[in-house]
């Protein structure tokens, strides 16, 4: 561990017993009361309201605009979720809520002096069943049949057009500034993995670029997805599967980085 500092906000509508450590801190999002100490995101400026929506971005706008600008420019400042947590092993290990804090990343490891952010380690999305393809991704296949053999093809854009409404992502690229637009779109169109849920660690000044760009971005997206239209499971968070995907680009491009370990602890 090197000696400068880690704060952890750990986004979740649960309580979380078994995380032990101190520097988690606990953020609500979600209709329900929250338990005391938990920080609450419906004060000041936030955007509560789009909670459904947004799900833990409702969070980190909050934070972003009431809490960063009173960190400490050097702390490293970290998110993550109810049930995906940092840890300093991999998956294979066995963690589990019993021995989780045995694993937990509370201190910047001593090689992050090299990097200026940590992003989890990324997720394949090539690779499904031929009839998932056939059943999800009917449409993308009109447009090129060799999607089904080949793998190499199966790309993010594929991906998020089988699970979050087929045309939703390019159409989503459209708004972005003119900056990132064309390399978001060569990003989801050339690889076949990305770096999951919305979880990050770095500074605060980049932290500050990093919600700028997604919010505004989002902001224009909000003008062409309405509300109403956003029912089901696939396409009800669709900002924050947008920002997921997002997030995996800007980093790399803006940012040295590296990836670090996660895991999801089930049943919970």
């Not at 069943?129 to 056939?134: E, G, H, S, T």
């Not at 920002?243 to 895991?263: D, G, P, V």
Request: aromatic share 18%.
């Amino acid at each position: 561990m090197n000696n400068q500092k880690l704060k952890i906000y750990c986004v979740t509508n649960k309580k979380v017993n078994f995380i032990k450590n101190s520097q988690y801190n606990f953020s609500w999002v979600g209709d329900t009361d929250p338990p005391n100490d938990y920080l609450k995101c419906n004060t000041g400026d936030n955007i509560f309201f789009k909670e459904k929506y947004y799900s833990e971005l409702t969070f980190h706008y909050w934070y972003w605009k009431n809490l960063l600008k009173l960190e400490n420019k050097d702390q490293w400042v970290g998110f993550c979720q109810k049930r995906r947590f940092w840890v300093s092993a991999t998956p294979d290990v066995g963690i589990n809520k019993d021995n989780i804090n045995d694993y937990l990343i509370t201190a910047p490891l001593e090689d992050w002096t090299a990097y200026q952010a940590i992003i989890c380690k990324n997720i394949k999305v090539s690779g499904a069943k031929k009839i998932k393809i056939i059943k999800r991704g009917w449409r993308n296949l009109i447009k090129n049949p060799s999607i089904l053999f080949d793998k190499k093809k199966q790309n993010i854009l594929l991906h998020f057009d089988m699970h979050h409404g087929y045309g939703n992502l390019e159409k989503a690229i459209e708004q972005l500034d003119e900056e990132n637009r064309e390399d978001f779109k060569n990003y989801v169109n050339k690889f076949d993995s990305f770096n999951p849920h919305i979880m990050f660690i770095s500074k605060p000044k980049i932290i500050d670029k990093w919600f700028e760009s997604l919010f505004s971005w989002l902001e224009k997206c909000e003008k062409i997805f309405e509300f109403e239209n956003l029912k089901d499971y696939d396409t009800g968070r669709l900002f924050a599967y947008l920002a997921e995907r997002y997030l995996s680009y800007w980093f790399k491009k803006n940012t040295t980085y590296k990836e670090e370990n996660w895991i999801q602890l089930e049943n919970f």
